[in-house]
């Protein structure tokens, strides 16, 4: 035992946002003198369903009570509720799923199952992609910030530009395993497919065997207006990587495939010993719930809608510092003539939390519980700090 007083520190790889949290309750956060926050950050969008939602709370707290340590070598209620559950969101021809416990996990499985029904090696990603940052994640990761001194990586992956159909048409071939492939891109500005590049990117996909995986960690659950972002495009995908909302807020994820691709899959090929554990299936069987019986699709598109609005208002008058609003749904941003770091301090000092996309985009990522007030809360704030900027406080 070590005797020497020390104190220990975490690994900085956070930038520190300098706000110690102490509690929070639906879309708000709290200080520890008690301040409150509007909360548009949300753990990077994993408190969609709102902070201690009680449902899940409750959900959690009576799996508590049961049984809190089962591996996935074995059966257990809440494995069979949540696969009940899960049959009324997922697309239909969508029949096997694997439970793991963040998202990277969940690409990394992805793209092994890509690679064992292909039998091929390369990958194909898009420019300003984020996929995780795990070695095989990170790999079909595009920024270079985050890939600097860490190559050579796991995967064979060529990065062609999003939205660009003739850069699909002649990349993707038979030697491709995957395409990973992000309905609206949350790390990279929050720029969403148009339909005809999906169309084409799941068309180019069926006719040269490769397999379309797609990444919904940020944007699946609702946060767009549908239960799957994917669902806008009218496309399927081969498999669908999924985490963050699903949760409430407890660290989950899962990859689900078509029956053609599962049933190619064997005993051993893969495992977590806290995949599926029992707690993080009751969080997932409570945010179902909330999902489907509060209309969370419906209130996100509604709210997006009322949200869009109002930031575009902001865009028109404050085009010395701004360029758009982008993203889809509560998936949104306005596009700044400049690194947002800076107007992300102020906002957090004067009662907004939120965080950036890309380089350039101020991102909002509030709870379906963001109300009117709520809204027009953060709206005049974000005018208020945007009109008053200097180009030279942020650089334009």
């Not at 690994?11 to 879309?27: D, V």
């Not at 494995?79 to 694997?98: C, N, Q, W």
Request: hydrophobic share 40%.
């Amino acid at each position: 035992m070590n005797t020497i007083d020390k104190s220990l520190r975490i690994i900085p790889f956070a930038k520190p946002r300098l706000l110690r949290l102490s509690r929070a309750y639906g879309q708000y956060v709290w200080d520890e003198t008690g301040r409150k926050y509007l909360d548009c950050h949300t753990g990077h969008g994993v408190a969609f369903l709102g902070h201690r939602n009680p449902k899940i709370v409750e959900s959690i707290k009576r799996q508590m009570e049961l049984i809190m340590t089962a591996t996935p070598a074995f059966q257990t209620d809440i494995a069979d509720e949540v696969l009940s559950k899960l049959s009324r969101i997922i697309p239909g021809d969508m029949d096997y799923v694997f439970f793991l416990n963040s998202g990277s996990e969940a690409v990394e499985l992805a793209m092994k199952i890509a690679r064992k029904v292909t039998g091929r090696k390369r990958f194909i990603a898009f420019r300003n992609s984020f996929h995780g940052r795990t070695m095989g994640a990170l790999s079909v990761t595009w920024n270079p910030k985050y890939r600097e001194g860490y190559d050579p990586f796991p995967w064979e992956t060529k990065f062609i530009p999003y939205n660009d159909i003739d850069a699909v048409t002649s990349t993707v071939d038979e030697s491709v395993a995957a395409v990973l492939f992000e309905p609206v891109q949350g790390e990279g500005g929050l720029t969403h497919a148009t339909q005809e590049f999906a169309r084409t990117l799941t068309e180019v996909c069926e006719n040269t065997g490769a397999s379309l995986i797609v990444d919904e960690v940020q944007a699946g659950f609702g946060r767009t207006g549908k239960v799957w972002a994917h669902e806008h495009l009218n496309i399927r995908p081969d498999i669908l990587v999924a985490g963050k909302s699903m949760g409430g807020g407890f660290p989950v994820s899962m990859v689900v495939v078509k029956a053609s691709i599962g049933e190619r899959l064997r005993e051993g090929e893969h495992g977590s010993t806290h995949g599926g554990n029992p707690l993080a299936l009751a969080a997932i069987s409570g945010g179902i719930d909330i999902l489907i019986n509060d209309s969370v699709p419906l209130k996100s598109s509604l709210s997006g809608e009322k949200l869009s609005a109002e930031l575009k208002k902001i865009v028109e008058c404050c085009t010395h510092v701004t360029r758009e609003v982008k993203g889809k749904g509560l998936m949104l941003g306005i596009e700044l003539r400049f690194n947002p770091d800076e107007v992300i301090r102020e906002l957090q000092m004067k009662g907004l939390l939120c965080l950036k996309a890309g380089t350039s985009v101020l991102r909002l990522l509030p709870s379906y519980l963001i109300n009117d007030d709520d809204i027009k809360f953060c709206s005049e704030l974000i005018n208020e700090v945007l009109s008053a900027w200097k180009p030279e406080k942020g650089g334009s």
